[in-house]
């Protein structure tokens, strides 16, 4: 997979007999779908961190302790960057990127590092909405956080032989 100017990228470049998996620039409506869809098993996850930190708050809310409220944002923030960089480091998809053929690779075309998607994460954190909107814009279609880390999002085309 090249980065600057070769649309489609090839990817998984192996001997002639076997298929290549051509990808392209995944458009800003995949990545909103994708994340939409990686709601659903979050929720559950964010519930059961929130009841316990109820609990060992005594029953009441964390807005009136900053330090069990800071506590509990840094525990929800670290699980759901777990969930997201675990799932790309596996297979390079989550399981809302997987229904609309979605994958985060390195910009080689190989899987990304676990360091690159912690900070791919960490920026989409810090720029979510103009980071997004940063694929309107670039020519290869990468927000901010795959500049950042180093990353491409990509929709796969079904494998075919050539």
Sequence with gaps: MRLAGGYPW??????????KTIAQP??????????????????????IVSALFLWLNGGRTVEHDPVIAGAEFI??????????VAS????GQT????PWRLKVVAADGRPASVRALWLRYAVAW???VVGLLWTLVDAERRGL???ASGTLFVRLQPARRD
Aim: a positive charge.
């Design 10 to 19: 090839r990817m998984n470049q192996t001997p002639d007999t076997a298929p």
């Design 26 to 47: 995944a458009a800003l409506g995949f990545r909103l779908m994708a994340l939409i869809y990686d709601c659903l098993p979050l929720i559950p996850l964010v519930m």
């Design 75 to 84: 525990t929800l923030w670290l699980l759901i960057g777990t969930y997201f």
């Design 88 to 91: 790309w480091r596996r297979g």
């Design 95 to 98: 399981v809302g990127m997987r």
């Design 126 to 128: 810090l720029t979510p």
């Design 145 to 147: 956080h795959d500049i």
